[in-house]
Nanobody
Framework: VQLQASGGGLVQRGGSLRLSCAAS????????MGWFRQAPGKDREFVAA?????????RYTGSVKGRFTISRDNAKNSVYLQMNSLKPEDTAVYYC?????????????????WGQGTQVTVSS
């Protein structure tokens, strides 16, 4: 499975961005698609995840609940992260990732497939 993330950029506090992740290859093996982020000097952390097949199940880390929305379009083999009310602390490189298993959706090392990162910078 190959993942290609896009949509990052520079935005002011309170602004919005929409990240996209296009998947190709054996996407049938994916159970969760997730978004992670890594700020300078910090570990990569979980942001959100969505199940890839059937009725979607949504997972969010606490700091983005109510501000970020993960969604998918299986016909386009794509997953999205709509980010609203952005804060400077959301500044990071954002990565999309695919997980074949059904558990530990919030753990970096459980994910099997990774896209390249896309930079999100929120100015104050």
């Amino acid at each position: 499975v190959q993942l290609q993330a896009s949509g990052g950029g520079l935005v002011q506090r309170g602004g919005s961005l929409r990240l996209s992740c296009a998947a190709s290859g054996r996407t049938g093996s994916i159970y969760y698609m997730g978004w992670f982020r890594q700020a300078p000097g910090k570990d990569r952390e979980f942001v959100a995840a969505i199940t890839w097949h059937g009725d979607p199940t949504y997972r969010y880390t606490g700091s983005v609940k109510g501000r970020f929305t993960i969604s998918r379009d299986n016909a386009k083999n794509s997953v999205y992260l709509q980010m609203n009310s952005l804060k400077p602390e959301d500044t990071a490189v954002y990565y999309c990732a695919g997980l074949s298993g059904s558990s530990w959706y919030d753990r970096v090392h459980e994910y099997n497939y990774w896209g390249q990162g896309t930079q999100v910078t929120v100015s104050s």
